[in-house]
């Protein structure tokens, strides 16, 4: 039949590419922490998060207000109760 060819044009990864987080798992009321690229930590609790997983929004403990935590920035999100 037909066979598959690799279109001339189609662009491979480049090396350095991160992967994004995977924040399948997180929902509206998790309680996580956030570890930043620049060392800060942040902990709270989820308000609203994207349908994509792309980005959420938090309300942060001892009412510090509410935040937007994107994965383009690549932070390290635990929820409370994992281990990992």
Request: charged share 20%.
């Amino acid at each position: 039949m037909y066979s598959r060819t690799q279109h001339p044009l189609r662009r491979t990864p480049h090396k350095d590419t991160h992967a994004l987080p995977d924040w399948s798992k997180l929902s509206r009321n998790d309680a996580v922490t956030v570890l930043r690229p620049d060392g800060s930590a942040v902990s709270g609790h989820i308000d609203m998060i994207a349908v994509d997983r792309s980005v959420f929004w938090m309300i942060q403990d001892a009412g510090l207000g509410r935040i937007m935590i994107c994965s383009a920035e690549s932070p390290i999100v635990i929820k409370a109760g994992n281990a990992s």
